[in-house]
């Protein structure tokens, strides 16, 4: 009879078990709702960069091609998942943000655009010229070129690459 009730005890475990793992993932769902695959490889799209605008480019790395002209394939095997662009007033330029999976990707895409040389400037590695400053923070390679039709201080290009750099840190810093 012990035999019979330990058995009767074990098939009644053994049915609970499925019903406590779906309860499980129930309640683990109702508590950190998934996003769904491509929205979880990018930041959320709400006041992506404090202090400016919305972009008028938001593309994911399917979309890549909109934008970077040839470079697309490139910057996918490097682990870009997004970019973000925008065309300046003040100064007169475009910031581009890529976003990557790893530090590393931004660092090779980096190098590859702006050679071995590092310069003093925002970010985690820099490289600026007077019209130009290209800077890594985490994840994240930024691009702040100015406008060729209109002459820039390279001072405030260098300013507000560092004021981009802070936005990064203070709005897009969180897990980088």
Not at 132 to 148: E, K
Not at 166 to 176: E, S, T, Y
Request: proline share 8%; charged share 25%; aromatic share 4%.
């Amino acid at each position: 009879m012990a035999r019979a009730r330990t058995a009767s005890v074990a098939s009644a475990l053994l049915a609970a078990v499925p019903l406590l793992v779906v309860a499980g993932i129930v309640v683990r769902g109702a508590l950190r709702p998934s996003r769904g695959p491509e929205v979880r490889a990018v930041e959320p799209s709400a006041a992506p960069l404090a202090g400016y605008a919305e972009p008028h480019a938001d593309l994911s790395a399917e979309r890549l091609h909109e934008r970077v002209d040839g470079a697309e394939a490139y910057l996918r095997s490097q682990g870009c998942s997004r970019l973000l662009a925008w065309d300046l007033g003040d100064p007169a330029a475009t910031l581009e943000l890529f976003f990557f999976d790893d530090p590393e990707g931004a660092a090779r895409v980096l190098a590859r655009d702006a050679g071995p040389a590092r310069t003093p400037g925002p970010g985690d590695e820099a490289s600026a010229d007077a019209q130009s400053v290209l800077f890594r923070r985490g994840r994240v390679y930024a691009r702040l070129v100015a406008d060729p039709d209109s002459p820039v201080d390279p001072g405030r290009l260098l300013a507000e690459a560092g004021l981009v750099d802070r936005a990064i840190l203070d709005g897009l810093g969180r897990g980088m």
